[in-house]
Structure formats: structure tokens, C-alpha cells
């Protein structure tokens, strides 16, 4: 997935993941059931009353409120050192600074996008990484905006909301500016026709028609703003912060990102919903900041393999992988290990996902939590907390989050002796001096895996040097401890057990292991 800002000198990407969506035609309960594609159930071949014809005159109207965003930014480059110096070819080498400690210098560049006007006194929508410095080292000094008609403005920006890459710009114009309204994306329905308009690599203004693909599409971002529009009409680098309309001119997107392996236009393009992004533009208006909800929890998605092993359904669910110290969820009561089935009611689910329920609760309200625990319900109040701005959480979280149960970079070192328990692993007890050895925390207590089978399931997800502190939710201390956990996976009939693993530099979290 890769935002589709243009970069003359700056590029910038997002990784994304992608989650599948399906349509549905509903008919009266009374009528009997028929095929879907029954001829004379559905009329595809004249358009409703009042689509048009062309789009001519639409776009007539909605393109003089669309305009190109364009910033200029200073980037410091560390020079390498010169290799020469020292030499008599020293001073021949100019691009080395002619010196040995490669001195950093200051280059200008500039990227492009796009954005619309939203009031006739100048305010103005589009993305915040459209108006954000695209790399390290770099800091925006101005930020342009030209009109259809050529005109150009240095813009201010008002507000910036990076989780929803969301920014709001004003400019001053001597007379009142076209602008469009915001529609109703809520009511958007896959099929429905959309028109996007904007400055796909540098060209000007460009319009572009498709239909809505998805709705409430869920890129696997996280947070309280993952969902989006998914329309397969044309969208490249530089529509990012142009409008997505409807057939009555209105506003329901921004173009934020596209799918693609090669930068270009695939069909697959995504839209922030101006259900989401409306009530951000107006808080940013106001002068205000955005406050999301915040638990404090680290979040694993519910694989079929972990659903296997602790028997849950697919599709239901998210784990907590890790607890912050002292956070919301930790005074709550929650552990690594739950299982959390519903938000206020609100089943968890790969569409409606953990993270962005906890992120649209009101900080410093109460919400009720319902928990698998050991396999048993568990019903829990938590106060929620404002969550913090991502680079500070970044910050401390550190490469927890980065945790992954794939990872058997150290099968080299094996023996060639196999395990011989039904998972594929041996293991010994926790000491300090191996878990200073392994680089675990003091504080973690478990058993630490001396040997894998690579050839078994353990061999592709787990390495040397692992330590296992639970199984199932039951904790491990010794060797017996794994093997009768194993054992009542079995006799319970589940194929897999589920390990809480723990790594070097505080990484954490579950991995689904089969039983052989």
C-alpha cells in the first residue's frame, strides 16, 4: 500500500494489510428464494433517476474548489566521508567535501498533492503527509497552493491529525473562493458510482470515474481511523488529499492510498469516509487536537492457528500480546493472554477490530470489556485514558511491537540431535544467568528452548534461545509443566497449543505451535 503523494525529490510510503469484504443483494423476506442473478431481479442497464449521462457538467462545477498542494522542504545529508583525503588526490574530489569527516549539507526539494476547499474564506483539506516532511532530516518551509485558475497562495496550516493523515490548511484570497460540501459516506454503498479528482503526477487538475469497490475496508493500520473506501477508479501518486464525490456532487472521501507493486494505478485506490474524516476537520477548526482512547495493551490478530489452539471461533477475538506496566489495562486487570470477545457489546471481529473500538471511546470514560480467560468468560471494567501522540509511543513500546512468532534465524546452530516431545522442542529451566545470556528481562520466569526440530511446525516459528513462560495460559516453570500442557491439548482434541514467548530487547507474544 503506498500513499499516493507525487515527489519531485520526496517519496513517501505506507505499508498496509488488507482484509476481504462481500456484497450481498437483499430481497423481501416474503418472496421466495431465487438466484441471486435472476434475470429480471436486477436492472444494470439504464442508470436511476437522475444519474447522469455525462459527468461533463458535474465536473464543471466541482473542479474550480479542487486545488494542487505543494510544499518546499530543506533536507540535511550527512556526505560521506572523503576516501582521498590525506592523499595528493585529496583535493580532486570535490563531492567529499575535500575532507575525512564527510560534513552534512542542506538540499532543497519539494512534493505534491492535492486538496479541496471547504468554506469560501479558504480553508482547505487534504492529507497529512502531503504537507509533511518526507524523510529524516527534512523540515517544510513553506507550503503552496495554486487554483484551477493558476493562482497561487502560501498556505498556513491550521491543524494536523497524523493518525488519521488528516491536515487543514487556510489561505487568504481577495475575494470569496468556490468550495464543496461535505455527503454522507455513510450511505455509500459498493456500486455506487464516484468521480476523483485531483493532481496525479504533477498534471493538473485530472478527473477520474469509477464505482465504490468496499466499504469499511480495514487495511490492517490499527486505530481508531481504519476504515476506508475502497473504489477502483483512477488513483495515482499526487491525488493524495483530493475529494472522492458522489453523483450529487458531494464529498464522501479523501483519496489517502493505493495497492500497488509498482507505483502506479492497479484499480485499487482507498479513500478516507467523510464520516471519519468530517468530525477531525471540525475539531481542527475549532483549534482543538484530536483525543482518542487508550488501554495500554499490545494486540495480536486471532489466527486460525491461535483460535485452533485455544478452541475459539475463527474471526472472533483479538489476543493481548503485552500489558503496559501501570496502564489503563493493567489497573483493570487485564493479562497477556485474554482473549477479548466484545467492547461494549460490540463483537471484536476482523471488520471491527479491537484497536478501533478502544480508539473511538471518549478518554476518561469507563468500558466494559467482555474476556476469554483459560478458556473461561471473564467480564471486565476499564477506565479508558487519553492515548498518547504516536512518536512518543513509539518510543516506548520500542521493538515490542515488533514481535513475530516466524523467526528461526538460529536453526544454524542446532544440533543434530532431535527433540523428542510432541511439539519438537526441548527445553531447560530459566536461570538469571541464561536470561542475562538470552537478553529476557530478570523478571520473566519460564523455560528457554535449547533445541528445535526443524522439520516440525516449532522449527518454522521458534528459535534457540526462546523462553516459553505459558502454555494455554498456563504458566511454565519446568520442562513437566510444557509436556503436560501438550498433553491436554491433545486429550482435549486441539491441534495446536498456544506459547507466550518471550525475546531479547523485551519483545513479546504469542505463537501457535501444532502438535505432531
Do not use: C
Not at 488488507?18 to 438466484?35: C, E, F, I, K, R
Not at 487568504?172 to 455527503?183: E, F, M
Not at 498456563?474 to 498433553?487: E, F, I, K, Q
Amino acid at each position: 500500500m503506498k500513499t499516493v503523494r507525487y515527489a519531485y525529490a520526496l517519496t513517501g510510503a505506507l505499508l498496509l494489510g488488507g482484509a476481504a469484504a462481500s456484497l450481498t443483494l437483499q430481497h423481501p423476506a416474503s418472496a421466495a428464494q431465487v438466484a441471486q442473478n435472476e434475470p429480471g431481479t436486477i436492472n444494470a442497464t439504464a442508470p436511476r433517476a437522475g444519474a447522469p449521462m455525462s459527468f461533463a457538467d458535474m465536473v464543471a462545477k466541482l473542479q474550480p474548489a479542487v486545488v494542487n498542494i505543494s510544499t518546499d522542504q530543506k533536507v540535511t545529508v550527512q556526505q560521506p566521508a572523503n576516501p582521498f583525503a590525506g592523499t595528493p588526490f585529496g583535493d580532486l574530489f570535490g563531492q567529499f567535501g575535500g575532507n575525512r569527516g564527510g560534513a552534512p549539507v542542506t538540499r532543497e526539494a519539494q512534493s505534491l498533492g492535492s486538496g479541496f476547499i471547504i468554506s469560501p474564506d479558504g480553508y482547505i483539506v487534504t492529507n497529512n503527509h502531503v504537507v509533511a516532511a518526507g524523510m529524516r532530516g527534512a523540515v517544510v518551509t513553506s507550503i503552496r497552493v495554486t487554483l484551477p485558475d493558476r493562482q497561487e497562495y502560501v498556505a498556513k496550516l491550521v491543524g494536523r491529525d497524523a493518525a488519521s493523515d488528516l491536515a487543514l490548511l487556510k489561505i487568504n484570497a481577495p475575494k470569496p473562493l468556490p468550495y464543496v460540501k461535505w455527503g454522507d459516506s455513510a450511505h455509500a454503498r459498493v456500486g455506487d458510482w464516484v468521480i476523483a479528482i485531483g493532481n496525479p503526477f504533477g498534471l493538473g487538475g485530472t478527473v477520474t470515474a469509477g464505482i465504490i469497490s468496499a466499504v469499511h475496508r480495514v487495511t490492517g493500520a490499527g486505530g481508531a481511523n481504519d476504515r476506508f473506501i475502497q473504489t477502483d477508479a483512477s488513483i495515482n501518486q499526487g491525488n493524495s488529499g483530493g475529494p472522492m464525490f458522489d453523483m450529487n456532487g458531494n464529498v464522501i472521501g479523501i483519496n489517502s492510498q493505493i495497492f500497488s507493486q509498482s507505483g502506479g494505478n492497479i484499480g485499487i485506490g482507498f479513500a478516507i469516509p467523510a464520516e471519519e474524516a468530517r468530525p477531525i476537520i471540525d475539531t481542527l477548526m475549532k483549534g482543538g487536537s484530536v483525543k482518542r482512547g487508550y488501554l495500554g495493551i499490545g494486540i495480536q490478530p486471532m489466527t486460525d492457528d491461535i483460535a485452533a489452539a485455544l478452541g475459539l471461533p475463527k474471526n472472533a477475538g483479538e489476543i493481548i500480546g503485552r500489558v503496559e506496566p501501570n496502564g489503563p489495562a493493567a489497573k483493570a486487570g487485564l493479562r497477556a493472554g485474554d482473549v477479548v470477545m466484545k467492547v461494549n457489546g460490540t463483537a471484536v471481529t476482523p471488520d471491527t477490530t479491537l484497536s478501533y473500538l478502544i480508539a473511538n471511546v471518549s478518554p476518561g470514560s469507563t468500558v466494559r470489556l467482555d474476556v476469554v480467560r483459560e478458556g473461561k468468560p471473564v467480564s471486565i471494567t476499564a477506565n479508558v485514558a487519553t492515548r498518547p501522540p504516536e512518536d512518543q509511543l513509539a518510543a516506548t513500546t520500542g521493538s515490542g511491537d515488533d514481535f513475530s512468532g516466524d523467526d528461526n534465524s538460529d536453526q544454524a546452530g542446532e544440533q543434530a540431535t532431535q527433540p523428542t516431545n510432541a511439539i519438537g522442542i526441548t527445553v531447560q529451566p530459566l536461570t538469571p544467568a541464561i536470561a542475562r545470556q538470552v537478553g529476557v528481562d530478570s523478571t520473566v520466569q519460564g523455560v528457554v528452548i535449547n533445541q528445535v526440530d526443524p522439520s516440525s511446525d516449532a522449527g518454522q516459528k521458534l528459535r534457540r534461545g526462546d523462553v516459553i513462560s505459558a502454555i494455554n495460559g498456563t504458566p511454565v516453570r519446568t520442562a513437566a509443566d510444557l509436556s503436560r500442557g501438550v498433553a491436554a491439548a491433545k486429550s482435549a482434541g486441539r491441534p495446536q497449543v498456544l506459547l507466550m514467548i518471550n525475546r531479547a530487547r523485551g519483545q513479546s507474544g504469542f505463537v501457535a505451535v501444532k502438535i505432531k
